[in-house]
Nanobody, 116 residues
Framework: QVQLVESGGGLVQPGGSLRLSCAAS????????MSWYRQAPGKERELVAVITSLGRSTNYADSVKGRFTISRDNPKNTVYLQMNSLKPEDTAVYYCKTIQWGKAYWGQGTQVTVSS
């Protein structure tokens, strides 16, 4: 079955960096577009970044452009989100997502807290 497991979250100071990972299994990862979303308390879940199956195209929310980078390592079935110059407003639970067989699959999320 499809499984997505995020890791790498934690507490960082403003201006700091984190690298999130999402380990995927249960589907042909190299054929799948992958996305990162985040959800802050009291807010809707929002799309942060997307990467196509071969990693040839990426897109980002305006709020993270120039600071975040999505990448993938297909032989390792893993997608990453490198987050630099973190701001308090980046605080959220971060989720990775894919769509397989017409259905959305989500990881359990990893907490990112940016605070001094």
């Amino acid at each position: 079955q499809v499984q997505l497991v995020e890791s790498g979250g934690g507490l960082v100071q403003p201006g700091g960096s984190l690298r999130l990972s999402c380990a995927a299994s249960g589907f042909t990862f190299r054929n799948a577009d992958m996305s990162w979303y985040r959800q802050a308390p009291g807010k809707e879940r929002e799309l942060v970044a997307v990467i196509t199956s071969l990693g040839r195209s990426t897109n980002y929310a305006d709020s993270v452009k120039g600071r975040f980078t999505i990448s993938r390592d297909n032989p390792k079935n893993t997608v990453y989100l490198q987050m630099n110059s973190l701001k308090p407003e980046d605080t959220a639970v971060y989720y990775c997502k894919t769509i397989q067989w017409g259905k959305a699959y989500w990881g359990q999320g990893t907490q990112v807290t940016v605070s001094s």
